[in-house]
């Protein structure tokens, strides 16, 4: 097999090659380990949430009807006829006239149908109490099922569960969720002139930058990252890392040798197991254009740039939505929503190709400014700097100053 650029591909064909994979397999999950995984099936309500009628202020729960016309001047005159304690179940009912002790979180009595809250009131003794407001019906309380009722949806299959979701589950007594697994994530960089961290580089040789940022990325988006350290430039060495990879991973990243080379191995070296099948190779972006998506069995390979920023943005714009698809969730670009700002300087860009322009956040005069910085792919610096990136279509030659854009955070 040749590994020199097959047809380019764009990143929505990308995109659609993940459909030849199979989501992952799901896993029962307990709450307390559920954050940041991804429903495999919805979860329904079992009960009304809440399940009774609660007070949401300190106060007195009434009859809305007994307060009518209540003001500093002229005020309502009730009749305290006990108290709610906290996690109390009240059987009596509140009758006209007549008011009732209770905390934020307390159970309204029946016939009571709203709360003056304390500071509207002024107790005259023991058994009276002055309403200076009036209050209308349901009025600072909630009721059964007003966050969700039971037998409705409150969690779709494919949600990712935020904090959020943890206390909504909580509060419906939800102990477990059925979520799709991490995936497993292998990671090896290569190259001759790669040392580890631990080590002092000689001239012409490169820490591991790679491994580690990618490792990172991998954690933040819900993957397991597994590195499994460096490759040499041979093919003995690469293939004995890749099938360390089958054994241990649902995907891996192998960061450089995925470009025209003589001394890129990776195509040659995947195209070597049984059941592997090229499914990009060259996607229309900047950076990242030498990028390599190879199917092994089940395994997805990912032949990534050498270069650290490239081989960041790839990630971004091409292996966490992968990684998305695979935990069942939405394709999007980025995490959250992105942001809007204003261009502060022209970028031009090639026509026929995507480009991806990191840029830095600021703010002036109330607005939010995208500054672009510029430098090349090997310095991590423009990484650094950096807030998010500016996705120029590619059917465009570049935005222009002042421009309204959108900024994918990262």
């Not at 972006?285 to 740039?305: D, H, Q, R």
């Not at 966490?320 to 502060?344: C, D, H, M, N, V």
Request: glycine share 10%; with cysteine.
């Amino acid at each position: 097999m040749k590994t020199g650029f097959f047809k380019v591909k764009t990143r929505e064909e990308v995109w659609g090659e993940f459909e030849r994979f199979n989501p992952l397999e799901t896993e029962e999950v307990s709450l307390g380990q559920a954050l940041n995984r991804v429903l495999a099936e919805p979860i329904i309500a079992k009960e009304d949430l809440p399940s009774f009628t609660r007070s949401i202020v300190d106060g007195y729960a009434v009859r809305a009807q007994d307060t009518f016309g209540a003001s500093e001047s002229l005020p309502s005159f009730l009749e305290i006829v006990g108290e709610v304690g906290m996690g109390e179940t009240v059987s009596f009912e509140l009758g006209g006239g007549k008011a009732v002790r209770i905390p934020t979180g307390g159970m309204l009595p029946a016939g009571a149908d709203s709360v003056v809250m304390v500071e509207y009131t002024e107790e005259l003794d023991q058994k009276s109490v002055a309403i200076s407001r009036s209050v209308a019906p349901l009025e600072n309380l909630i009721r059964p099922g007003d966050d969700f009722k039971a037998g409705q949806e409150v969690v779709q299959a494919g949600k990712r569960i935020r904090p959020q979701e943890i206390g909504l589950l909580a509060g419906l007594g939800q102990e477990k969720i059925i979520a799709r697994a991490r995936p497993r994530v292998a990671i090896i960089s290569t190259g001759d002139e790669i040392v580890p961290i631990d080590k002092e580089p000689r001239p012409g040789e490169l820490r591991d930058i790679n491994s580690h940022s990618l490792a990172a990325m991998v954690e933040s988006c819900g993957g397991l990252p597994l590195q499994l350290g460096l490759a040499p430039d041979r093919f003995s060495a690469l293939q004995e890392k890749c099938q360390q990879a089958l054994d241990l991973a649902d995907i891996c990243l192998i960061s450089g040798g995925s470009s025209v080379g003589s001394r890129d191995l990776t195509l040659d070296v995947l195209a070597s197991f049984e059941d592997s099948k090229v499914l990009v190779h060259g996607v229309a972006i900047s950076p990242g254009k030498p990028t390599l998506l190879v199917k092994t069995g089940e395994k997805g390979f990912w032949g990534l740039p050498g270069h650290v920023a490239s081989a960041m943005v790839v990630f971004q714009v091409l292996v966490r939505p992968f990684i998305s698809y695979l935990r069942g969730e939405q394709l999007t670009l980025g995490e959250g929503r992105p942001i809007r700002a204003g261009l502060k300087r022209n970028v031009a860009s090639r026509q026929g190709r995507e480009d991806f322009i990191r840029v830095k956040i600021e703010e002036k005069d109330d607005e939010l400014i995208a500054e672009p910085i510029f430098g090349e792919s090997a310095l991590i610096s423009t990484l650094v700097r950096a807030d998010g990136l500016v996705r120029i279509d590619r059917h465009t030659e570049g935005l222009y100053a002042g421009e309204m854009v959108q900024v994918i955070p990262i």
